[in-house]
């Protein structure tokens, strides 16, 4: 149906109940509402604008999984759609994918604008799983001499570098230090409490078969639970130290 049916206003009209709709934060109304005006729409420049603002609508509206299925091929798309979709994939936790959208782009190609854009929302990606923090280091390694023109992202770099100053724990050295010494390597994670109780439920329950040797079925019972303690503590010291890295992890990427 032609707009003219609607008034000559209709347009005007239309953007008012949109921007109404936005601000109340109604996004699937407003999305409705904008694929309505995207129909009356014959200005190509307009239409893509309104398009890019309906896919925003569904980013704000938590639908990630709509917005990825309705930007199907994203090399054919905006800089600014590509990163609004690595978000969606990065809130859906899909960080290589993520990384997938904006991996086609040079920087040396990019103005000093989109290198920084594209850096950021790329490093997040990388940031967001440890294993792939090796991927950043390169992408950093090949793209320098371009992305150091921008001195805030030459910081960043700085601060992402720090990475290598942090002392994570090994999980194996963990786990062999508890082997030797219950409750040892929860020490060697910072763990203290834990290491206290490890060494308290080993230490009790061998003291206890000891004090009741007398009574087998007891003392048996005693260290079969003893046996069972000691085993946990192994177990426990390894999860204290994956615990561990993933604090300092965290608490590197959040300070990035």
Do not use: C, W
Not at 33 to 50: C, D, G, S, V
Not at 115 to 121: C, P, V
Not at 196 to 204: D, E, K, N, R, T
């Amino acid at each position: 149906i032609p707009s003219i049916a609607y008034g000559g206003d209709f347009i005007k009209k239309q953007e008012k109940l949109i921007s109404s709709l936005y601000k109340q934060k109604n996004y699937f109304g407003t999305i409705g509402e904008a694929r309505r005006l995207l129909f009356h729409e014959t200005n190509p420049q307009r239409k893509k604008e309104i398009t890019y603002f309906i896919n925003a609508n569904y980013f704000l509206g938590k639908q990630y999984k709509t917005l990825i299925y309705t930007i199907p091929s994203y090399k054919k798309k905006s800089i600014q759609t590509n990163i609004m979709l690595s978000q969606a994939y990065l809130k859906l936790k899909f960080a290589q994918e993520g990384i997938k959208t904006l991996q086609h782009y040079k920087y040396k190609s990019l103005s000093l604008l989109f290198r920084k854009k594209i850096f950021i929302r790329k490093s997040e990606l990388y940031l967001f799983d440890r294993s792939l923090i090796n991927s950043l280091f390169e992408e950093i390694r090949k793209n320098k001499m371009y992305l150091e023109k921008n001195s805030k992202i030459k910081k960043m770099i700085k601060d992402i570098y720090q990475y290598n100053n942090i002392y994570f724990r090994s999980t194996y050295v963990s786990m062999v230090l508890s082997t030797i010494i219950p409750g040892a390597g929860q020490i060697y994670s910072g763990k203290y409490i834990d290491a206290l109780l490890s060494i308290a439920s080993v230490a009790g329950t061998l003291y206890g078969a000891y004090y009741f040797r007398e009574n087998r079925q007891l003392a048996g019972t005693l260290l079969f639970f003893s046996a069972l303690f000691y085993v946990g503590n192994i177990y426990g010291a390894y999860n204290s130290a994956k615990i561990k890295n993933k604090s300092l992890f965290n608490r590197f990427v959040n300070k990035i």
